[in-house]
């Protein structure tokens, strides 16, 4: 069964300096965050990968990754544009950016027609979790929801930053392991004893061990019809105070779509760790892990090595 990864790479790190955070090399011999997720994919079992980019870096971003994974999988480039809204509506004044990561997976509704996977460009996951969505989006589901889909659940303690503190979406699970929904928690840290502290809710217990949504998704075509729905009904909800910050977000829909009863969203528990460029600082943290997996050979120094050479097909 062919599956598609959807890579969401239209963002701009603003707090990574003034570059493009998502080309930003980090790994042995240069390589970028996009790469290793595009190589756990393959891997796994993903054959065509959807960049969601922005027109302007369309170049830049071809040189980087696109020319050098060509030929290796099927890849597909889609733009994230402001002005790319339903029929019928058109794009406030005071509107100067585009409307969020709903926005961004609904623009490749004319191009994946087959079970695919989301995730953020400048985040790296690991090859479980890749694994474990690949199985779920192939496997045989029974029905009983209008939408079936996963998401990838990281133990929080694998995916906090030591430079301070992040924004980490809480997963409340039912006894089955299905989303109950996700509680946006800003500046989640470590505590000097081992406590994780916050600024959430108040007299909410986040343990180390509980699970949170790293962004990561995975989802069948018919999806893309409800986005649609749900995006217009956002446009018709906007106010004079939303219209140029309003963000339509993927996992407002999906809790929506969860508390309705209309989703069933499987939470696949992974023990892997996640990291990413949140702040400037991390990068080089981030250059020691990767560096620390190519020596203790999770990954070959020149990571697209074996592809090339014909030992793994794809």
Request: hydrophobic share 40%; with cysteine.
């Amino acid at each position: 069964m062919n599956t598609t990864l959807i890579i969401m790479a239209a963002g701009i790190g603003s707090r990574f300096g003034n570059g493009i955070k998502q080309l930003t090399k980090l790994g042995p011999s240069g390589e970028i965050i996009m790469d290793y997720s595009i190589h756990d994919a393959v891997q796994a079992g993903f054959n065509k990968v959807v960049f969601i980019i922005r027109k302007e870096i369309e170049k830049e971003f071809q040189k980087t990754i696109g020319d050098r994974i060509k030929g290796l999988v099927d890849i597909e480039y889609v733009f994230q544009e402001l002005e790319d809204v339903p029929d019928g509506y058109i794009v406030p004044d005071k509107r100067k950016k585009p409307w969020g990561t709903g926005q961004a997976v609904l623009c490749c509704k004319d191009i994946v027609r087959e079970p695919f996977a989301v995730i953020n460009a400048d985040d790296f996951y690991g090859s479980e979790a890749f694994e474990k969505l690949h199985e779920f989006l192939v496997g045989n589901h029974d029905g009983a929801y209008q939408y079936e889909m996963c998401m990838a659940g990281f133990r929080l303690k694998n995916t906090l930053s030591v430079n301070g503190g992040v924004t980490r979406g809480i997963c409340i699970l039912d006894d089955n392991g299905l989303l109950k929904g996700v509680v946006e928690t800003p500046n989640v840290r470590m505590g000097c004893n081992g406590d994780i502290l916050h600024d959430g809710i108040r007299d909410m217990q986040i343990t180390a061990d509980q699970y949170v949504s790293m962004n990561m998704w995975g989802g069948y075509p018919a999806f893309f019809g409800c986005l649609e729905q749900e995006f217009r009904g956002f446009l018709d909800d906007l106010t004079d105070s939303t219209q140029d910050s309003g963000e339509f977000l993927l996992p407002a829909v999906i809790d929506k779509l969860v508390k309705s009863g209309e989703a069933r969203v499987r939470i696949l528990k992974t023990n892997g760790r996640w990291f990413g460029v949140t702040y400037e600082e991390d990068a080089q943290s981030v250059r020691q892990a990767l560096k620390h997996l190519t020596v203790e050979g999770v990954y070959e120094n020149a990571l697209w090595s074996s592809f090339r050479q014909g030992v793994i097909t794809l």
